[in-house]
């Protein structure tokens, strides 16, 4: 078998659930290198994953690494340098949620991977995950009629990483991080409708000290094909990861849980390892999870993002829909901010998204 030689940049959380997915379920893919801005982590991570080389530096990764796919898992503000750098090489690049922090960055990264000849795959695990996917395929069956309610929730106690909280490198707070991922699956679970509007509330209620970023938000998405999507998202909910959505059609109702489902309840007087992601304590009850990665759908998208390279497929999920989950961000952070609906399409010149609701606070 001809292994896709990839190369893997970033040495944090997401960085770690790529790896085991590439080495448990894709024998399609050869992670060759890694990078990591500092070189003691980056020494670290080859070492953990005997990964042949690492780097702390780009240009010198693929320059002389022998990648055919750059895998971005970098803080958000140096998704679209990267892509850049890597597109003009020829490289294919799989990008984590968001696809950039701007849309100026966002139309940037796809034209130059256009112009390029190259793959821009948007990392959205939603739209693999197994529950996810298997509701998905009883609406196409027909078993609860034509779709009118969307609601996706995605909850924790907040990020693993200290960038997460600076507005600077992450452009705004949960939207961000976890409220990409439900825009993402409304889109995909309605065959990419066109949004016409959005309404957001958000707030900071459990970090105030350490973000000026929104720790909880509700966002409201009105589709033209008459569809409302609700997407729920918090990093101040305690006891470990959150994630569930509903689906409402005329003649049935789908619930699909994707931890709660997927684990062993446990209880433990003393506590033990690792239970499931953001659960700060195994003491007492706690809900153990089994085969996270896979639940969640991270080594289905890969290996679908590998097939893609290896035989000229075109992903299902594009840069072109990260672009358009980051304009529906844009608009959750001007509703928040002016205190009503705001009408799609919309655009707006700024550094970061979050300072469409800072700066009309």
């Not at 799989?94 to 139309?107: G, Q, R, S, W, Y």
């Not at 939207?175 to 309404?199: E, Q, T």
């Not at 959750?332 to 705001?342: C, E, L, P, Q």
Request: proline share 3%.
């Amino acid at each position: 078998m001809n292994k896709t030689k990839v190369a893997i940049l970033g040495a944090g959380f997401i960085t770690d659930i790529h790896m085991e997915s590439y080495h448990r379920f894709i024998p399609e893919a050869e992670v060759v290198a890694c990078y990591a801005r500092n070189p003691e982590k980056a020494k670290a991570f080859a070492e953990k994953y005997h990964i042949a080389q690492w780097f702390d530096d780009i240009d010198k990764l693929i320059a002389e690494s022998g990648c055919e796919v750059v895998d971005i898992c970098l803080p958000n503000y140096l998704h679209a340098e990267a892509t850049i750098k890597a597109a003009k090489a020829g490289k294919h690049v799989i990008i984590e949620k968001p696809l950039a922090v701007t849309l100026e960055e966002a139309d940037e990264m796809i034209a130059v991977c256009k112009a390029n000849n190259v793959k821009l795959m948007y990392a959205e695990e939603l739209c693999f995950a197994p529950k996810y996917e298997r509701a998905r395929h009883l609406v196409k069956e027909g078993a609860i009629g034509n779709i009118y309610m969307l609601k996706q929730g995605e909850k924790h106690s907040g990020p693993h990483s200290d960038w997460f909280y600076d507005i600077n490198y992450a452009g705004g707070g949960v939207i961000m991080d976890m409220g990409c991922h439900a825009l993402g699956w409304f889109r995909w679970m309605l065959n990419n409708a066109k949004p016409k509007s959005v309404y957001a509330s958000m707030s900071t209620v459990l970090h105030k000290g350490r973000t000026k970023g929104e720790d909880n938000s509700v966002i409201i998405v009105e589709f033209e094909n008459g569809v409302t999507a609700v997407a729920e998202n918090s990093w101040a909910k305690h006891g470990g990861m959150d994630d569930r959505c509903e689906i409402h059609g005329l003649g049935g109702v789908i619930y699909a849980d994707l931890f709660m489902g997927n684990a062993a309840v446990t209880y433990s007087k003393d506590g033990y390892g690792y239970a499931m992601e953001k659960s700060d304590t195994t003491q007492g009850w706690s809900f153990t999870i089994f085969e996270e990665a896979f639940n969640q759908g991270y080594p289905h998208e890969l290996k679908h993002f590998i097939d893609c390279v290896q035989n000229d497929k075109t992903p299902l999920v594009t840069g072109e829909d990260g672009r358009a989950v980051l304009e529906l961000i844009y608009a959750a952070y001007a509703s928040a901010g002016a205190g009503k609906k705001i009408e799609l399409p919309f655009s707006a010149k700024i550094d970061k998204p979050v300072n469409l609701w800072l700066n009309n606070k």
